[in-house]
Every structure is written in C-alpha cells, then in structure tokens.
C-alpha cells in the first residue's frame, strides 16, 4: 500500500547548520506518533521542513507522502495533498475572522466552494466538539487570543480541514488541564471519523498521551531518532528525563 | 400583496425534486458580498411546472447592481440542467438578513 507518510534518511539545514542528521519515520493513516526530545533536539525543524518552510532546507533524503514525493513543492500543495502542520506559535491576523479564513483554507483545499450556509453548519458542528462559543468564529484570527485560544483555533482548523497527515508541534503546551482534554478529544474525534488519519504529535509532556494513546513513541536527540518505543518509553522519559537516552547514545 | 408567498429555506430544501436546483443556486454569487444566494436567503420560492421551473427571488435591494448579473447566472445554470426557467422578481416581503446570514457577514456581535 502506497498510503503512508514516509521520511527517509532527511537532512535539514537552517542557515547553513545542519539540524536534522537522517531521520527515518513512517507514519501510516489510522496511528499517532508521538515525537519527544529535549529542547533544541531538531523536533519543530522536522514539522517546519515537512510542511515546506522556506528556511528549512532538505539537504539530504526525501518526504513522500502516498508516494509522492513532496520535498520540492509549495506548502499549499503539500496541504492540498492532505498534510497539515499546527503551528507551535499561531499568528495573529487582525482584520479577517477565524471564520472567513477557515472558508477560504476549506475551499482552497477542496478546490472548490462550498456553499456559505453549509459551511457555517459544518462550522458550527466542529466548534461545539471544541465547546467552543459560536462567537468565537467572528473574532479576527488569533487576534488577542490566550495561548489556549490559540491552540483551540488550530485545532478547530484541522477538524474543518480533515487532513490525513497532521503534524502537532506543541499543541499542549500553555493548555490547562480542561482546555488539554478538550483537545485532546477534538484530535481522537478527528483520528476516528471519516478516513483513518495519520498523527505526529510532537510533546514535551507526558500528560496529552494519558488523553491521546500513542501507536509509537519516539526520541529525539540531536537531530536523529535515537529510541523508538511503545507508551511506556513515554513514562520512562516522564520519569527520569532524557539522559538515560542521551547516555546510551554516547556509548 | 404579490401573488407569491416567501417559503423557508427548510421547506424548500426539503423536497427532493428541489435537490439539484438549489445545488446549482448555490454556486450562484451575490458578487457584491461573495455569498451564493441561497445561503443569503433571496430564493422565496421553487415552483416546478414539469420543465417548466419558476424561480421566486428578491434582491438584498431593488436597486440592486447585480441584479441582471444574478439572474443571468441563475437562467443559465438552470437551462443546463434542462429547465425552461422564469426568474420572478418579488420584493413584498422585502429581503431582510437572517441572523445566521448576519453572522455569515460578520456584522453580529
């Protein structure tokens, strides 16, 4: 089956410094993968790079997503092929409400438009699974939001958009505990409807994975995948850190 | 009083002969607003007459620019699903947003 997002052996270099030192991961529709590692282990250049960011260059290895390989192509054809990113930190943009930009993302996605009275339905339905105000799509986007708001407006994005490959790069840091399971429902209402969907959920934390059970747990270190694991590699991490990890690498 | 009456949007969508028509009207913008014209609630009525269809609508005003514009897209789309149509223009009970159409605009607060 040719459905799976495959990275093999990527190198990325920002600014001419090498950040990504081959990383090989495949992630079929249907699993969450989790992604830990300490700060400055190369996780956020892994999402950046695989959703196209200008600065993150691939230098070596490819991205194939349903064997296609996407290393060379816009950021708004890789999401039109279905790959999503939720940003660590979502901009703000005054002027245009949550809801006119998630029409123009869906039709621009679709490649067609969809009638305004069935997107606010749809709208409507993916903003009560968040327990979000109906209000909220009439705020300009991100535009004074709190962290939480943030993360739940990225959330809500993907819900609209159905992705088959989401990559979460921080979506639970800056949640408090409630704002945390509603998002982390929003993600398992996402993983089990329609199509099956593939999830990267990048974490520092332990404790969206009490929430959200991940299929593969792996840890990054330095720019590679160093361990590779089921939940129980996360709880081991919870508990003593990464040094574990970092030391047996070294020997 | 005009010899038409303005039916809900659920009324009308809930008949099944209506299903590709209101599918085609849809797609058919308010250029001013860059909403279809369904969503915005100008469709009154759907009256089929075998292949005979009248379309019952109004604009957001009399006045309207687009007027002609609209109607043209609506004849045309139509007659390609193989319709002889006739656009019925009625302005009693003149066009008035629904809240939701409100909200769609971003004019609620």
Redesign the interface.
Known sequence: MKDKLVIKNLHVSVDGKEILKGVDLTIKPGEVHALMGPNGSGKSTLANALMGHPKYKITKGSVLLDGKDISEISPDKRAKLGLFLSFQYPKAIPGL?V??FLRTALNSIRGK?I????F?KLLREKMAQLKMD??F??RYLNDGFSGGEKKRAEILQMLVLEPKYCILDETDSGLDIDALKTVAAGINTLKDSGKPKGILLITHYYRILNHITPDKVHVMVDGKIVKSGDKELAQQIEENGYELIEVAKNE | MSKYSKKSISEMDSKEENKKIIAELKTCEDPELGIDIWSLGLIYDIIHNDKDLQIVMTFTSPMCPFGPQIVEQIDKKLTELGYVVNVELVFNPAWKPSEEVKEMLGFSG
Do not use: E, N, P
């Open positions: 409400t809801s006119s438009k009638a305004v009275i069935d606010h109906r209000k799509g009439m």
